[in-house]
């Protein structure tokens, strides 16, 4: 089969490349999946890079989300069958056939195309956790949602908006601005102006969603609410900043980490629930991966280098049967 390869570290453009490997086996508590589309993920970058928190040896197939078809299943797993069209997450999905955990692997929404069902999974599932699980959103609260024209971003947006809160995003520059509110936001602010004023101004933020740190959550704890929470998902910035326990003391707010993966591995129960929730939403269309282009498999490397230069809004998804 063919497969990417990351033969040393370094920009995804100028280390990613094609190779011909021998279609892997599941093994006990595994399943076999035929891919069909792969979503195009930061940790892809990161992962290239060397800076992910999971290092595979080298050379190393990249891809940690897709949708496919099941193709043969391992010993003791019952939770699917071959023939199923699955959504799975695990490091090593960029080829034409993925060997992925049994407990990843979950049915794709029969309202979804591969490309959206591909981008579902992660995106989502970090945005549902993080509002409803760690932030604990309500009906009428208002969301500030960082980098809100992204992958995450828009998800976190459509989530919101779902669940009755007020969203107001922050994007980098004026033509991110229509993705981030034809997600949700019923406003968009510039990450260059006064968005700090600007939130405070219209009674600031009860949640933030952010994806960002550096700038992003410096600016966030100056607009966050009394009792206000702030979920920290990432640092696509690059910054990771410091958290002031005696600035959250004085303005009595609470600043929540969100390790989506860490759900899998403790409390996978809860994974099935929020699949459950999101796909019920995307079958009411509620909600819905913003792909913003599917490329051919031949063309993933330069996906990936687009998310890591930052010139992407929405999500890109990798045909693999093209």
């Known amino acids: 089969m063919r497969a990417w390869r990351v033969d040393t570290y370094g920009e995804p453009a100028d280390v990613m490349s ?8 599941p093994g006990p508590g595994e399943v076999l999946v035929r891919t069909r589309a ?4 930061f940790p892809d970058v990161l992962l290239a890079r060397g800076q992910y928190q999971e290092r595979p040896p080298l050379p190393f197939t990249p891809g940690i989300e897709l949708c496919g078809e099941v193709a043969a299943v391992g010993e003791g797993v019952d939770s699917t069958a071959v023939g199923r069209r699955v959504v799975a997450t695990s490091i090593g999905v960029m080829a ?5 955990p049994a407990w990843s692997v979950h049915d794709a929404p029969d309202s979804m195309d591969d490309a959206a069902a591909a981008a579902l999974l992660i995106a989502y599932q970090t945005a549902w956790f993080g509002l ?4 604990s959103l309500q009906h009428g609260e208002t969301l500030l949602v960082h980098a809100a024209a992204g992958g995450v971003g828009t998800a976190a947006c459509q989530l919101g908006a779902a669940a009755g809160a007020t969203v107001v995003g922050v994007v980098g520059s004026e033509a991110k601005a229509p993705v981030a509110e034809a997600a949700g936001a019923a406003r968009v602010l510039l990450r ?3 968005w700090i004023g600007a939130v405070k101004a219209d009674g600031g933020a009860d949640v933030v969603f952010d994806p960002v740190g550096g700038k992003a ?3 966030s704890t100056k607009a966050v609410n009394f009792e206000g929470r702030i979920v920290v998902v990432g640092f ?3 910054e990771i900043p410091p958290v002031r326990p005696d600035h959250a003391l004085v303005k009595n707010y609470s600043v929540l980490g969100l390790h989506w993966a860490l759900y899998q591995r403790r409390r996978p129960d809860l994974v099935t629930e929020a699949h459950a929730a999101v796909t019920r939403l995307a079958d009411e269309g509620a909600i819905r991966p913003v792909v913003a282009a599917t490329v051919p498999f031949a063309e993933a490397a330069q996906a990936v280098q687009r998310l890591a230069d ?5 999500r890109l998804v990798v045909a693999v049967g093209e």
């Open 18 to 25: 094609v190779a011909e490997v021998p279609v892997p086996a």
């Open 38 to 41: 792969v979503a195009v993920n």
């Open 96 to 100: 034409e056939y993925a060997v992925v």
């Open 132 to 135: 409803h699980r760690r932030a």
């Open 192 to 194: 260059g102006d006064d």
């Open 217 to 219: 959550f410096a600016g």
């Open 236 to 238: 696509a910035s690059g």
């Open 310 to 314: 930052g010139t992407t809004t929405g």
